[in-house]
């Protein structure tokens, strides 16, 4: 098991942990960034197959260093196992699934129970899709979601295949047929449900039709439609400090 944790401070006020540690669910070891100790805790997912240092390199953090060194929000950005999972092109569709699925108990087992509240998923891209599942999925776990430029039908990357974990990890498989209380009240109760994207961003249908889903459902999620195509570093960082100032 390796266990490494180091602390720098980025600016006069912001802190920022590095944690890199073992994961039972996963069987490898796992990083992660820390940025802040109050405020609103953000869980941040990386685009496809990118990597938890992702949001700091392209300015995101930067971008929200005002609302981090203020105390009104904390940043927890994690790794992806993309790559393993969904991406993994060279493994049988089962198996990238079920590795997703791994990945999901890391989040929900290892990463949750040691954030002080109920956190914000967030993301762009393939993050974006990150979640807005994990708040589908765990919605007690989380207490909102905002989902930037994603792609949200998993079937594109399964190649055909259809079993009950491709159908439970698909939200647009699953969500029109999900009647159960235990779920769909605490996703009302978020705040915020963000789906945001550009007008020309090739999967602008799929925020559109996500939304249509959770609407449907009595989930008031809010459908922001950006001029252009929007599906950048800058743009992201000009609608996160949108939806936080919100």
Not at 136 to 145: D, K, M, Q, W, Y
Not at 153 to 175: E, I, K, R, S, V
Not at 208 to 217: G, T
């Amino acid at each position: 098991m390796t266990t490494m944790a180091t602390t720098t401070i980025t600016t006069a006020e912001v802190q920022r942990d590095y944690i890199k540690e073992y994961s039972h669910s996963l069987g490898r070891d796992m990083e992660l960034l820390h940025f802040g100790h109050v405020g609103r805790p953000l869980l941040v997912f990386p685009t496809s197959m990118g990597r938890f240092y992702q949001w700091e390199d392209f300015g995101l953090i930067g971008g929200l260093s005002d609302f981090i060194e203020s105390g009104a929000v904390q940043l927890i950005c994690v790794d992806s196992v993309d790559g393993e999972s969904w991406y993994a092109k060279d493994r049988p569709v089962a198996d990238r699934v079920r590795r997703h699925l791994q990945y999901e108990a890391y989040i929900v087992d290892e990463i949750l129970p040691r954030i002080p509240e109920r956190p914000v998923a967030c993301g762009a891209s393939f993050g974006a899709l990150h979640a807005v599942l994990l708040a589908a999925r765990h919605p007690t776990r989380l207490g909102g979601f905002i989902a930037l430029s994603g792609a949200f039908d998993t079937a594109q990357w399964l190649d055909g295949y259809h079993d009950d974990n491709t159908y439970f990890t698909n939200l647009m498989a699953f969500l029109p047929g999900l009647i159960d209380e235990a779920y769909l009240g605490p996703l009302r109760a978020m705040r915020p449900k963000v789906v945001a994207t550009g007008e020309q961003d090739p999967n602008v249908d799929d925020s559109r039709k996500l939304a249509a889903l959770l609407r449907d459902k009595g989930v008031d999620v809010g459908l922001d439609i950006w001029p252009g195509w929007a599906h950048d570093w800058p743009y992201w960082t000009d609608m996160m400090r949108r939806y936080l100032a919100g």
